[in-house]
C-alpha cells in the first residue's frame, strides 16, 4: 500500500483499534481507494445539515435494503456509537419499516429505501414529504449521495466477499 494510504489507515486504525477489512479489500487498487476514501469523507464527516448520527442511519438502512452484511455490521456499529442506542440500528437494518424512529428520520430512511430499491419511481411526492418533515433540499441531496454512495460500497462488498472485523459487533452495544 502506497504510504499516503498506509499513513491514513493507520490514522483511522489508531482510532478504532483495527484496521477495517473494507480497506484491506480495496487497498488493490490504491487511486480508487483514495478517491472512494475522498468521497466518503465529503459525504459522511460535513457539520452541517444532517447529523453524523443521520447520515449513518442512511448507510444502515440502504445497507440493509442492499443486503450488505459488511456493511450493516460495520455501519451499524457507528450509528449506535453516534446515536447513542444500542437497538437502532438491528431495527433498521432488518426492518427499517418498523423501525422506531422520530418522524425526521422516518423521513431520512423513507426517502434512502426509495432511493435504494426503486429509484426510477422517486417522485416530486417522495421529495414534498421530505421537505414536509423539515429536509431542506441540501439535506435531501445529502441523502441521495450517501444512498448511491453506499449502493456502490455494498456492491464490491459482495464482489469481494467481505466480511465484517469481528471489533465491529459488539461496538455501541455495551459501554466502554
Not at 435494503?65 to 455490521?73: E, F, I, L, Q, R
Not at 430512511?109 to 419511481?121: F, K, N, Q, Y
Amino acid at each position: 500500500m502506497p504510504e499516503d494510504l498506509r499513513e491514513r489507515i493507520g490514522a483511522i486504525a489508531e482510532k478504532s483499534g483495527f484496521v477495517p477489512n473494507v480497506f484491506r479489500a480495496l487497498a488493490r487498487r490504491p487511486d480508487e481507494l483514495r478517491a472512494f476514501l475522498d468521497y466518503h469523507d465529503a459525504l459522511m464527516e460535513k457539520s452541517e445539515g444532517l447529523s453524523k448520527a443521520e447520515r449513518e442511519l442512511i448507510v444502515v438502512a440502504t445497507s440493509g435494503a442492499n443486503h450488505c452484511t459488511y456493511c450493516v455490521v460495520a455501519h451499524g456499529a457507528i450509528l449506535r456509537i453516534r446515536a447513542k442506542d444500542p437497538e437502532i440500528a438491528d431495527y433498521v437494518a432488518t426492518n427499517p419499516w418498523g423501525a422506531p424512529l422520530s418522524p425526521r428520520e422516518r423521513a431520512i430512511v423513507d426517502l434512502a429505501l426509495r432511493i435504494a430499491t426503486d429509484s426510477a419511481r422517486l417522485t416530486d411526492a417522495d421529495l414534498d414529504a421530505a421537505r414536509a418533515a423539515g429536509l431542506t433540499d441540501e439535506e435531501i441531496w445529502d441523502i441521495g449521495a450517501i444512498t448511491a454512495f453506499f449502493a456502490m460500497s455494498n456492491r464490491l462488498a459482495h464482489l469481494t466477499a467481505l466480511r465484517p472485523n469481528p471489533e465491529f459487533f459488539l461496538l455501541g452495544r455495551q459501554p466502554r
